[in-house]
């Protein structure tokens, strides 16, 4: 399976503290995106980064991509209890037009 | 609003009985997608379009059949729909007429078939 791998499943912080998240991935890639998902809700768009880029920040979000591990993180400064949600990571491989979607980590951020 | 509406959000049906989850986006977007989502098995694709008229399989295609015979809808056909269909199911669009960049999602339909 091309499928990638997230760690931590599960993350539970408070608010004010950073949250960081990471995605593991097989094959080499064109881009690996991250998604945010409201529990049962549909997926909304975060952040997409391409294979040459080695970091992009949006807002309170920095994502890293390390191509030679196969890796990327994704790390929300000063959370708040609306971010908590999934958050899942998805990688176009290369040569394909089609999206592979990690499993997703639970963020949990309580006042 | 630019959106993907799905309808309908949540449907309980029986074995065997044939079901239709209707998908449009008014973005003008051209591609579109099909996901169901199952615990600890994230998101996996059904069936993709890159344009009215042009459907392809994805990584779980059995059970479904779509069409796209408008740019605007996508629709999810179950024919006989069976226990393991019982999942979320997620339609999306892409405005680059790429499967692999950025997608917006709709809200879901939650599917149980008896």
């Known amino acids: 399976s091309q499928q990638g791998e997230e760690d931590p499943q599960a993350l539970s912080i408070q608010e004010g503290e950073n949250a960081t998240m990471n995605c593991s991935y097989k094959?080499?890639?064109?881009?690996l995106q991250w998604y945010r998902q409201n529990s049962g809700r549909g997926l909304v768009h975060l952040i997409l980064i391409r294979s040459n880029e080695r970091e992009k920040h949006s807002g309170r979000l920095r994502v890293t991509l390390d191509t030679s591990k196969k890796s990327s993180s994704l790390l929300i400064t000063a959370s708040r209890a609306a971010d908590t949600a999934s958050y899942f990571c998805a990688q176009r491989p290369l040569g394909t037009d089609k999206l592979i979607f990690g499993t997703g980590t639970r963020l949990q951020v309580f006042p | 609003e630019a959106q993907v509406t799905q309808n309908p959000r949540y449907l309980i049906t029986v074995t065997g009985k044939k079901l239709t989850v209707t998908c449009s986006q008014n973005m003008n977007h051209e591609y579109m997608s099909w996901y169901r989502q199952d615990p600890g098995l994230g998101l996996r694709q059904i069936y993709y379009?890159?344009?009215?008229?042009?459907?392809d399989k994805g990584d779980v295609p059995e059970g479904y059949k779509v069409s796209r015979k408008e740019k605007r809808n996508f629709p999810l056909i179950l024919e006989s729909p069976s226990p393991n269909q019982t999942s979320l199911y997620f339609c999306?669009?892409?405005?680059?007429?790429?499967?692999?960049?950025?997608?917006?999602f709709g809200p879901g339909t939650r599917l149980l078939v008896l």
């Open positions: 379009s890159m344009n009215v008229e042009a459907t």
């Open positions: 999306a669009s892409s405005p680059t007429g790429l499967g692999g960049e950025t997608q917006y």
């Open positions: 094959t080499s890639i064109n881009n």
